[in-house]
């Protein structure tokens, strides 16, 4: 399995970014999908994950702010971040879970200016 994530960059505080992860094979044959992050000096966090029927679960500090989904093309899921703060800043990984087995994305970059 691969997770190829994309879509980090540069922001200013306030703005948005769509974080993509296309996994090698459809994402239906996961039990969970999911978004960390891990900001420099910290530990890596759970962002939001979406779970195989559907349902989803966020950080208490992105409530509100992202949303995760699945793509159209069964092979993708999303993370739409929106009023980004600078507490924001961190790689991002993507995770997937398949019965015991974890995988991870090689992380994507996002950097929020205020």
């Known amino acids: 399995v691969q997770l190829q994530a994309s879509g980090g960059g540069l922001v200013q505080a306030g703005g948005s970014l769509r974080l993509s992860c296309a996994a090698s094979?459809?994402?239906?044959?996961?039990?969970?999908m999911g978004w960390y992050r891990q900001a420099p000096g910290k530990q890596r966090e759970l962002v939001a994950r979406?779970?195989?029927?559907?349902?989803?679960n966020y950080d208490d500090s992105v409530k509100g702010r992202f949303t995760i989904s699945r793509g159209n093309a069964k092979n993708t899921v999303y993370l739409q971040m929106n009023s980004l703060k600078s507490e924001d800043t961190a790689i991002y990984y993507c995770?997937?879970?398949?019965?015991?087995?974890?995988?991870w994305g090689q992380g994507t970059l996002v950097t929020v200016s205020s």
């Open positions: 094979e459809t994402i239906f044959n996961f039990n969970v």
């Open positions: 995770h997937a879970r398949q019965s015991v087995n974890d995988y």
């Open positions: 979406i779970i195989s029927g559907g349902d989803t």
